[in-house]
């Protein structure tokens, strides 16, 4: 079992935020030192080395008995892959949730603003099935079904009803049964098990897909919306996936990132054009990207559209 490299691109400085979901047993112990692995400096600013260095199941007492869902945040646009949805984790209740990297907002959950070098773990956060890591803010799914948040909380994106920033995990309040969570610059997306979508926090681009520009600190439902089985947010702009493979986008769209045929800023949710059987979604800060297999097994085509800078 590897990690794959995680860290920013070189210059990056400095600004980044990085989760993911332990299955553990009562304590961590001598495991962290495998679970750093080479790594730039405190990983900080250096290099985009990564994390290569192989992780072993330590089982027993204590130690990482598997790592999965790794998520990357920074202060810059996000810079991350799309966890899957519908996630399970193998039957562990300890599952916890670690971070290291930038904490000048609290981002990392150990009650701190420290940078923090080595992996720590989320305060007060267990039962964890995905993380999902925003600008600022970072969102993590328990097994019961229900979201909590930390870090930046100035548009609502916590969904706890506040714009203060939390240091440690609060709860989403009036949310559960969510299956998949996405975290945006300062916008929040969960996909429930009835296939509707809930958004909170920066509305300014319509992002949160209910009709209007009015940031929210709960969550509300995303209109017309249904039979959906992914979601991912990028910079102002959300994205969604219907179990009939079409691909249904909402809020910024200056560089085309919705894929509808125009650069029209959108409140409520329009569908990408000449797209369909997709399967996998993901969202940047000016891109939106899908996944179509054709054919074989683990044989896919990858499709993206909105802005080419680079």
Do not use: Y
């Amino acid at each position: 079992m590897q990690l794959g490299a995680v860290l920013g691109r070189e210059g990056d400085i400095g600004q980044h935020v990085v989760l993911a979901v332990v299955h553990q047993s009562a304590e961590l112990g001598p495991a962290w030192p495998q679970l750093i692995g080479d790594v730039a400096p405190g990983l900080l600013g250096g290099r985009g080395i990564g994390l290569q260095k192989g992780l072993t199941d330590r089982g027993g007492d204590h130690g990482v008995l598997a790592l999965r869902h790794v998520r990357q945040g920074v202060a810059h646009p996000m810079n991350s892959a799309p966890l899957p949805c519908r996630t399970e984790h193998p039957g562990n209740r300890m599952a916890q949730a670690v971070v290291w990297g930038w904490n000048g907002i609290g981002q990392l959950g150990d009650a701190t603003t420290i940078d923090r070098h080595t992996p720590v773990q989320v305060k007060n956060l267990s039962g964890v099935t995905a993380v999902d890591a925003g600008q600022g803010h970072n969102l993590a799914l328990k097994s019961d079904g229900t979201v909590w948040g930390w870090g930046l909380n100035c548009s609502g994106e916590l969904g706890d009803g506040t714009t203060i920033d939390r240091h440690t995990p609060v709860q989403v309040q009036n949310l559960s049964g969510v299956t998949c969570v996405a975290s945006g610059d300062d916008h929040s997306l969960a996909l429930k098990s009835d296939g509707t979508v809930w958004t909170w926090g920066r509305n300014m681009f319509g992002e949160l897909g209910d009709g209007t520009i009015t940031d929210r600190h709960t969550s509300v439902q995303g209109q017309n919306l249904g039979g959906i089985t992914a979601v991912a947010a990028g910079a102002g702009h959300s994205v969604a996936l219907k179990s009939d493979g079409t691909v249904w986008t909402w809020g910024r769209n200056g560089v085309g990132q919705l894929g509808d045929g125009t650069t029209i800023e959108r409140h409520t949710p329009v569908r990408v054009l000449s797209l369909s059987g997709v399967t996998a979604i993901a969202a940047q800060s000016g891109h939106s990207l899908a996944l179509r297999p054709i054919g074989l097994p683990f044989d896919g085509i990858v499709q993206a559209w909105g802005c080419h800078i680079q």
